[in-house]
């Protein structure tokens, strides 16, 4: 089934095609990214790192799950 016309995916591709001298090394992993992500809690309640909340977050929807409830399973 092809893309819809509002997809994405296209303009992400050609910009992967402008840098093709990207080397793995060059790209920061999935934890690198996700720790750049600002934690808005109030640091009083706070008992896991937000790192590891999306950590564990990404891990369920890579496992299947379509839904917060299912991410909370």
């Given at each position: ?18 840098h ?6 060059d790209?920061?992993g999935?934890?690198e ?41």
């Open positions: 089934m092809p893309a819809d016309a509002s997809s994405l995916i296209p303009p992400g591709l050609d910009q992967l095609r402008e093709p001298a990207v080397t793995p090394e790209v920061p999935l934890l990214r996700l720790a750049q992500v600002p934690d808005p809690r109030d640091p009083r309640g706070v008992r896991h790192a937000v790192v590891v909340v999306l950590a564990l977050a990404a891990c369920a929807v890579l496992a299947g799950a379509t839904s917060i409830l299912a991410v909370d399973e």
